[in-house]
């Protein structure tokens, strides 16, 4: 190294002053550790061992080629640069004096376990947050490991995440330099995060904390749900708990040889106890409160306990605090999921199930994230989604502290959001109380005398039913005041699949397919029965195809999907898949003949032929127990609905929501044009009529599927007066529907 750089320095010789040198993190350990703190001690191998470890292997010049002309939102071309980089880092050798230095610094500590951090230089800092974009390294011993992990903490400086990051920051990626704190290890039996102000609300006289068994890491990253405890600042009392089953924890590896320094293992005996005593919460949150008065702020504080003893591992400040907020009230309504309150705020938006953070491309603007938990590599992601909610973590998680940095909704920890929820599925977020509620709703329905679900039986000539796709929640919504399943989903149970039909029949799988596809259907038609479930057949799009197993194999590359090979299309040229689906329904039928079938996306009356033809060879033919609907949702449906009606079908379901995308030639998912959909658009209203009344002239049952009767009761009442038949809504809609169409046909004299 050049004459006067330091490659080593121990914790007590820097402070929070120094965080050119050593980082936020490093010089965080240093202030703490001067000020009497309990830190593991340890040292810091500095900034200026990795701009030497740079200029010595003449790194920068790789480094500006890789990142020349990215563009860090298109995600593929992002992982392969950061690969790329951290490919030349990992390869070049580590100048011989850092790597003595390391280890005469490894040798004073009397060698042992340790924990590797990275501590770059432009995290932890107020103004810049999302710590964790770097690497951590945990129950390292040895000091080849130890170096080996030094090396792998530079090259995470170009991790993706931290590559966005920097580029959304406008900070300059050769100046950004990184630190790596080598600790000793705190083999913890207990571990968590604590804030010094509530986070959600902004309190400033409350201390949060989180805890539990095991390493820290489970609790960061979000992979366990923690213990929450509320502290009064003041008087230093427990004003609440909430004690999370924990069926996990993250220890020391002690095999032998093992790959994996660290290794999850089953709780056994303990999987509803206190991670921690109520006397441990207290001495937590007197260290909290002496670190918020030593550094003037509110604090993030990482801590563990071994042995009796606690030891506060990290501290930054909050970087989250804004004006104190007051939680807006509750939603009167049943909701789909509860979890932790992590973000404040209210959003609707269609679900993304994300369960891989390579396919963060999938996400687009407006979409509701929903992951097991999520990571820095899922940043870009949270950027683009309006709320997210998550399986497992609590409100100090990477999901929770992140969301909040957005001021995006967030709510975590609702253990099966991942299970529940389906792509494409219309939810409200509510951040501020934790809950997640089926298609849009507000704080408020709008109108006279419905401020909250309807509880007394309401009876209306015109049907209400419910669109559904969760097996898991047939029971419990047939249960209510609803005529049955106006639009059942067949793309969830797909999705459960994870296979795409051809390969199925590729690989001679077609009775497990068609066995799964029953399986799919039966707790519907079984838990309305004898009320008409309306099975909408799958209607998938290409890319959505091309997601599921050996799906790439048989699908195209569409410019469009949305108006692409889809719908009915696919029925008349892909007969064996649409054979197997037809089987399936037919099962269920021989035991719930309330089973119905609804073909979406027919752009033509040849094609509503052929596709009619297809099911009456098959098996399935129109009786007086079986009928066939067909989805309005194409213009053309509107233009020549005598035609349609004419092959011979018994009901039409209007899909609004597509309807009034190609009406209006907007796409439905844009942020920007947000405001010009809307079903009660002139052009919209007047199909919607046309639809209604032309089928009630030729003795067709109609209905509507879409969220505008969930979204607009005046719309509701609209329709009732052209004459619908039944309009189906999502389930946190069905008493407020039902009184809205009451009353509309009260006015109507309807009876």
């Avoid at 995470?156 to 920097?166: D, G, K, N, Q, V």
């Amino acid at each position: 190294m050049q004459q006067g750089l330091k490659a080593i320095v121990w914790f007590e010789e820097v402070g929070r002053d120094d965080i050119p040198l050593v980082g936020g993190k490093g010089a965080n350990l240093g202030e703490m550790s001067q000020a009497k703190i309990p830190v593991p001690p340890g040292f810091i191998v500095t900034a200026d061992a990795y701009y030497d470890f740079i200029q010595v292997n003449d790194l920068t010049t790789k480094i500006t080629v890789a990142l020349q002309g990215l563009d860090t939102n298109d995600s593929k071309k992002l992982q392969q640069a950061s690969a790329q980089i951290k490919q030349d880092i990992m390869s070049a050798p580590m100048p011989s004096a850092t790597t003595k230095a390391i280890e005469e610094a490894y040798a004073k500590m009397n060698a042992g376990l340790v924990a590797v951090r990275s501590s770059a230089t432009a995290e932890d800092l107020p103004e810049a947050s999302f710590a964790g974009q770097q690497s951590t390294y945990l129950n390292i011993e040895g000091k080849e490991n130890v170096i080996n992990s030094v090396q792998k903490c530079w090259a995470s400086l170009f991790e993706s995440r931290a590559i966005y990051y920097r580029d959304q920051q406008k900070y300059d990626h050769l100046k950004v330099g990184i630190a790596v704190p080598v600790q000793r290890m705190v083999a913890s039996e207990a571990s968590g995060v604590m804030f010094t102000v509530e986070p959600l609300t902004s309190d400033t006289n409350k201390i949060v904390i989180e805890a539990i068994y095991g390493l820290g890491e489970g609790i960061v990253s979000g992979e366990v749900t923690p213990d929450l405890f509320i502290i009064d600042k003041e008087n230093m009392s427990i004003l609440s708990r909430r004690i999370s089953e924990q069926g996990k924890k993250l220890i020391r590896n002690t095999v032998e040889g093992a790959e994996q320094p660290n290794v999850w293992v089953a709780v056994s005996n303990a999987r509803e106890k206190q991670k921690i005593s109520d006397g441990e919460v207290i001495k937590l949150a007197e260290l909290a409160k002496q670190l918020e008065t030593h550094y003037g702020k509110p604090q993030d504080i990482e801590w563990a306990a071994e042995g009796g003893s606690i030891y506060i591992v990290q501290t930054r400040p909050v970087t989250t605090i804004k004006d104190a907020i007051e939680v807006e009230p509750e939603i009167d309504a049943p909701s789909l999921l509860a979890g932790d309150a992590a973000s404040p705020g209210l959003a609707t938006g269609p679900v993304k199930v994300l369960l891989d953070p390579a396919n963060i491309d999938q996400v687009k603007d407006g979409d509701i994230l929903v992951a097991e938990m999520t990571t820095p590599d899922f940043v870009p992601a949270m950027k683009r989604a309006v709320a997210i909610v998550t399986d497992r973590g609590g409100r100090t998680s990477h999901a929770a502290i992140v969301s909040r940095e957005l001021g995006t909704p967030c709510v975590v920890g609702t253990g099966e959001a991942t299970k529940v929820l389906c792509d494409g599925q219309i939810v409200t977020v509510d951040g501020s109380h934790g809950k997640v509620y089926s298609g849009k709703v507000s704080r408020n329905v709008q109108g006279p005398d419905i401020t909250s679900i309807v509880k007394e039986i309401i009876k209306t000539r015109t049907r209400v039913y419910v669109n559904l796709a969760q097996p898991e929640l047939a029971d419990k919504i047939a249960a209510r005041n609803v005529d049955g399943v106006g639009l059942l989903r067949a793309e969830f149970i797909v999705s459960q699949i994870g296979v795409h039909p051809l390969y199925m029949i590729k690989n001679n799988r077609q009775e497990e397919y068609i066995q799964k596809i029953y399986e799919g259907i039966l707790p519907f038609a079984k838990a309305f029965h004898p009320r008409p479930v309306v099975y909408r057949t799958t209607d998938f799009k290409t890319n959505e195809y091309r997601e599921l197993q050996g799906g790439a194999e048989f699908e195209l590359l569409e410019e469009n999907p949305m108006i692409g090979y889809r719908g009915a299309s696919r029925y008349i040229t892909d007969t064996e898949s649409f054979r197997m689906e037809i089987e399936a329904i037919k099962r269920v039928r021989k035991e719930y003949n309330n089973l119905h079938v609804m073909i979406p996306f027919v752009r033509t009356v040849e094609e509503l032929t052929k596709t009619k033809a297809l099911m009456e060879d098959f098996g399935l033919k129109r009786s007086t127990d079986f009928k066939l609907w067909m989805m309005t949702e194409i213009p053309a449906n509107i233009f020549i609905m005598e035609k349609f009606l004419a092959v011979g079908i018994d009901g039409i379901s209007i899909g609004s929501n597509d309807l009034t995308q190609l009406t209006l030639g907007v796409d439905r998912d844009s942020s920007k044009l947000a405001t010009t959909f809307d079903e009660r658009n002139d052009a919209v209203l007047i199909a919607l009529e046309r639809a209604i009344t032309v089928a009630k002239s030729m003795g067709v049952t109609s209905s509507i599927c879409g969220q505008a009767p969930s979204v607009y009761p005046e719309l509701t009442e609209k329709l009732v007066s052209w004459g619908i038949t039944s309009v189906s809504v999502s389930p946190d809609m069905i008493g407020a529907t039902r009184a809205i169409i009451a009353r509309a046909e009260a006015k109507l004299k309807i009876q």
